[in-house]
């Protein structure tokens, strides 16, 4: 009813940055100053229409009584904040009881942003959902939990094979065992274990000449192991930063 919404907002402005990244690794520096200028005068209209400093917080519209996981994790993933204000939202995104929650398929943008500030025990935690499928005896993800309808009567999803809802193995690779591609084309590699409370992991990821393979153990702030890579790049862990 208000017109405007935070999360359009926000998505756009992270498309945008995206648009940015492809037209740079493509080689069309004009066309992606293009987008990084159109995106940062949408930031600013976002800041000023939607963040409640009270709150440290952005508001899902103008009247900003409403508040998302879904308007945070977007507007950290775009980077739409200075550093403070984003390490202010971000912790109130993790602590505050009373945000409207994300369920299957936004949990991407959720788990990303978890990832983004390093807490891979973050995301552990929020895999029940998915632990219930398996308890389920579901061999694919739903399209969305299931639901108490107004009579207080369990209500199951019935749409059982949503390839949205198998992100978290994508983050199992890309988080836990923190492989990225750190260069266009993937011709360099990033591989920045996030693995919260676990103490060892092996991952398997597919690369364009093959695959990256690690197999690490993790104990008082340092890691061991191997990693194995077709392309050079950087192995960051605890501080330290590792040639590959």
Request: aromatic residues 12%.
């Amino acid at each position: 009813g208000e017109g405007v919404n935070a999360e359009a907002n926000l998505l756009w402005a992270l498309a945008m940055k995206s648009a940015a990244l492809t037209e740079r690794a493509l080689g069309h520096e004009l066309q992606a100053q293009y987008w990084d200028e159109k995106r940062e005068k949408l930031k600013a209209k976002i800041v000023e229409t939607f963040w409640c400093e009270a709150r440290g917080l952005f508001a899902s519209t103008p009247k900003k009584k409403d508040f998302s996981e879904h308007a945070q994790c977007l507007a950290l993933l775009g980077d739409v904040l200075p550093a403070d204000k984003a390490r202010t939202c971000f912790a109130h995104l993790i602590s505050d009881a009373d945000l409207g929650r994300v369920t299957v398929y936004f949990s991407y943008y959720l788990f990303e942003c978890y990832f983004k500030f390093g807490r891979g025990d973050l995301f552990l935690r929020r895999l029940d959902l998915w632990r219930d499928y398996v308890k389920k005896g579901l061999t694919t993800t739903q399209e969305a939990p299931d639901w108490t309808d107004e009579k207080g009567e369990l209500q199951e999803s019935r749409s059982d094979c949503h390839a949205w809802g198998a992100h978290p193995v994508w983050f199992m690779q890309t988080g836990l065992a923190g492989i990225r591609s750190a260069a266009p084309f993937f011709e360099r590699v990033r591989v920045a274990p996030c693995p919260g409370a676990l103490t060892e992991l092996t991952a398997k990821h597919p690369h364009p000449q093959g695959f990256i393979e690690v197999d690490l153990k993790f104990a008082s702030g340092t890691a061991s192991g191997t990693v194995k890579t077709p392309v050079p790049g950087t192995f960051v862990f605890g501080g330290r930063r590792i040639s590959l």
